[in-house]
């Protein structure tokens, strides 16, 4: 995950490159999509536990965008999906979105699906009727770093919503017809908050029923909000296997119908994965006998 730095902006203005940076951020979910850059940064940058708080957030111009598209062309053959960069590009207006769901169709008929990453509240910023609007033009599915179910956690993080505000967020996009994964980072809570983090967690997702839910890793990144509660004692993280332990925890309280769940960085190791509610007990099974190898 690479930084933009001004002298890079300035450059743009001369120079369209297909990516900014050598680096690009996608969620695992989309490795087989090709990868239009729309956005560098996130709108809110205020995360607690961010490391991308420090970059710098910039939306291209739509001729940029354009050209880019064009550029992506010979790379999109063989593909069926589009997931547009960029840490929150639902951001944008919905016109905006519009002018870029019209680029794709121009030059890469063939691609019918377009997805994103999106905060909460870019979804709540927009009304049922520009949802339906953006569903018919191919937006399928968007990826949100929803993190905690518990409103103490998310507070603390400076997350920047409610978890009443997640559940509204994704009830209109159901209603909408446009599916939705979501993050969740386990020990996010610290020791302090580790048990409601977990159940107020599993509640949550219980009630918006995601179809894939993405267990990541919490790193407490230099120059955060996070690094500095941490060295003033107000939050203490939890060791590899609390946290393994507490993502187990939430795993063994979902009730998904059908859901993808993911944790890829189970004891900075391993990946567990698997189906709910088929693969349930599979994973926990796993979970209970890795912890068993790290009692010693």
């Known amino acids: 995950n690479s930084k933009t730095d001004t002298s890079k902006l300035e450059k743009r203005k001369y120079i369209v490159e297909l990516y900014t940076e050598k680096e690009v951020y996608r969620p695992f979910w989309e490795k087989d999509s090709a990868l239009l850059e729309t956005e560098l940064g996130c709108s809110w940058h205020k ?131 446009i599916t939705y994964s979501v993050t969740v980072i386990p020990g996010l809570g610290g020791k302090k908050m580790s048990e409601e983090h977990a159940e107020d967690t599993a509640k949550f997702l219980n009630v918006i029923q995601p179809e894939r839910i993405w267990m990541i890793g919490l790193k407490i990144w230099n120059d955060t909000e996070l690094y500095k509660q941490y060295n003033q004692g107000l939050f203490v993280p939890l060791d590899l296997r609390s946290r393994m332990m507490e993502a187990k925890k939430i795993l063994e309280n979902l009730k998904m119908s059908d859901c993808i769940f993911a944790d890829t960085t189970v004891l900075n190791k391993y990946t567990v994965i698997g189906k709910l509610p088929y693969d349930k007990e599979k994973m926990i099974n796993w979970m209970n006998e890795l912890a068993k190898g790290t009692e010693n």
């Not at 179910?149 to 998310?154: F, I, P, R, Y």
């Open 47 to 177: 995360c607690a536990f961010c490391d991308f708080t420090k970059d710098d957030f910039y939306i291209f111009p739509l001729e940029e965008i354009e050209k880019k598209a064009k550029m992506l062309v010979p790379y999109a053959k063989a593909k069926r999906r589009i997931f547009l960069l960029g840490e929150n590009p639902f951001v944008m207006d919905t016109g905006k979105i519009l002018a870029i769901t019209g680029y794709v169709e121009r030059y890469m008929p063939w691609i019918h699906e377009i997805s994103m990453y999106a905060r909460v509240d870019d979804v709540l910023r927009k009304d049922e009727r520009e949802l339906l609007v953006l569903r018919k033009k191919g937006i399928c599915h968007l990826h949100i770093g929803i993190e905690s179910g518990n409103a103490k956690v998310l507070k603390q993080m400076n997350k920047g919503v409610t978890p009443e505000q997640g559940i509204e967020a994704c009830e209109r996009l159901h209603r909408a017809g």
